[in-house]
T-cell receptor, first 113, second 112 residues
Framework: GENVEQHPSTLSVQEGDSAVIKCTYS??????FPWYKQELGKGPQLIID?????GEKKDQRIAVTLNKTAKHFSLHITETQPEDSAVYFC????????????FGTGTRLLVSP | DVKVTQSSRYLVKRTGEKVFLECVQD?????MFWYRQDPGLGLRLIYF???????EKGDIPEGYSVSREKKERFSLILESASTNQTSMYLC???????????FGDGTRLSIL
């Protein structure tokens, strides 16, 4: 089955810096890759997603890139702000049968003012 | 916006008890999911349902069962709670497979 690895587990940056979180997946048939942000005491919220027919997607300060050959995808946050501090999860969904999400282990991002 | 409501934010139960966690969604979505979240392990799928009365095992179904009698409600049942089931439980739903999942805010369950 699918396996998703996520790095780093913690990331500390200064306000205004960029942050990059990387994930690799094992199933070359996976075709949907969402990113979720989880704030303290809340459930995960989708912030951006990408499908396998697209190499990059942007939404304001957030971008996701996908390299199908290498089977990895990354989240890029530019001009970080303290409110970006949260836990971020990547996930991958296979193409066979009912498409369940397999999640990475999460990255705790801390943005210091 | 989709709203997913989990009946309890915090729950404390004793070993051996039968525990029910309830989840309700208000957007008529077909699919519903139960995950548990543990530090360093991310979210792991326990069970999911793609239709009323239909259920499928996820990656870690042992010790759990589910019930979906109505489209909007998905219940997770711990038949005989054990301390290793202490965790954060998250419910989610989506309209179709491979569409974004919408999560509730979780139930933090402690088994003493």
């Amino acid at each position: 089955g699918e396996n998703v690895e996520q790095h780093p587990s913690t990331l500390s940056v200064q306000e205004g810096d960029s942050a990059v979180i990387k994930c690799t997946y094992s199933d070359s048939a996976s075709n949907y890759f969402p990113w979720y942000k989880q704030e303290l005491g809340k459930g995960p919220q989708l912030i951006i997603d990408i499908r396998s027919n697209v190499g990059e997607k942007k939404d304001q300060r957030i971008a996701v890139t996908l390299n199908k050959t290498a089977k990895h995808f990354s989240l890029h946050i530019t001009e970080t702000q303290p409110e970006d501090s949260a836990v971020y999860f990547c996930a991958a969904s296979g193409a066979v049968g009912f498409q369940k999400l397999v999640f990475g282990t999460g990255t705790r991002l801390l943005v210091s003012p | 916006d989709v709203k997913v409501t989990q009946s309890s934010r915090y729950l404390v139960k004793r070993t051996g008890e039968k525990v029910f966690l309830e989840c309700v969604q208000d957007m008529d979505h077909e699919n519903m999911f139960w995950y548990r979240q543990d530090p360093g392990l991310g979210l792991r799928l326990i069970y999911f349902s793609y239709d009323v009365k239909m259920k499928e095992k996820g990656d870690i179904p042992e010790g759990y069962s589910v019930s979906r009698e109505k489209k909007e409600r998905f219940s997770l049942i711990l038949e005989s709670a054990s301390t290793n089931q202490t965790s954060m439980y998250l419910c989610a739903c989506n309209r179709e497979s491979n569409q974004p999942q919408h999560f509730g805010d979780g139930t933090r369950l402690s088994i003493l």
